[in-house]
């Protein structure tokens, strides 16, 4: 979802994910979106993974995204139940590197349609709940998110399983959501960034690990400053304020606006304008198919 930047008058845009939308649904959607607010609106569809196991699963899940397509989708949305709680017949977890999947990516390339994938969830969620995870407070007014080794498979093994995919497909587009869950680990997610020159990622829910390191995510930023899109997992406007003040100004050490995600304070990264414009709207003009650029400064 992008938001107004200061100073530029800049008409909001927003993303809905139909969660399995397709057909009337997704149709449904788009319509119903486009006679409330003309423009302002765009729809991801997602994948079906009922009757995984059946013969011909690969292409029909590709084809159903093309039909999707032709009803108006402009990407592929893939949720983290993809490697974590999607399972075959047999209950066995699907990876997300499944080759099943192969047509449907290479169908998204074809298409010219980014494939916003979510992989995993914060790596804290995982680790000891003790005075060394920065997710405590989070995980104790949230015990559900907690990822029992139990139930789950190892975090590393996830998101290298994310990574397979987007080393595989290198002419799908991918955007890596919510920095790929290396907010914290800035270098290592540059380093896939240079190796996969397909791969985008976008700051929606991270940006506490941004604020916190202002000076090498400032250079972060300047370096993959056409890599990056902004996003804002859900739409408060009191919270908007936060965004801004971590990326435009030079501001030092004040709250963020929700505790459980960070106890520490922020500073401001002061990132130039023309990065601004990259990050607001202009990459997400460029990689998603059909948007109007009419509303936004050149």
Known sequence: MLGDMDGLNMKIMG??????????????????????????????ASPDYSNLDAPGYPQRVAAQFEKDVKLG????????????TVKDGKG????????????????????????????????????PIDKYNERWLELQEMPGR???????????QVIREQHNVLRKH??????????????????????LMDECPNVYTEIGA??????????????????????????KDTWNPSEYYTYFQVLE???????????RHAFWAMYGLDLPDEVLK???????????PGLDASGFPK
């Open 92 to 127: 066995r977890r699907i990876p997300v590197d499944d080759p099943r999947f192969d047509p449907l990516w290479e169908m998204c390339a074809k298409l010219k349609a980014p494939v916003f994938i979510h992989t995993a969830d914060p790596k804290q969620f995982w680790e």
């Open 206 to 231: 991270v940006l506490a690990e941004l604020g916190r390191q202002p000076r090498y995510a400032h250079q972060w930023f300047i370096r993959y400053q056409d890599r990056v899109v902004f996003g």
């Open 170 to 191: 290198r002419n799908t587009i991918f955007i890596d959501a919510h920095l790929g869950w290396l907010g914290g680990d800035l270098a290592r997610l540059g380093k």
């Open 15 to 44: 993303s809905l994910f139909v969660r399995g939308g397709s057909n009337e649904r997704l149709k449904s959607a788009i319509d119903s979106a486009a006679q409330l607010a003309p423009g302002r609106f765009f729809f991801f």
């Open 146 to 156: 907690r990822r029992d080794a139990a139930d789950n498979p190892p975090w590393e």
């Open 73 to 84: 989708a402009r990407g592929l949305k893939v949720w983290k139940d993809l490697g974590l």
């Open 278 to 288: 990259k990050l607001y709207y202009k990459n997400a003009l460029r990689i998603i």
């Open 249 to 259: 100004t030079a501001d030092d050490y004040f709250p963020y606006y929700r505790k």
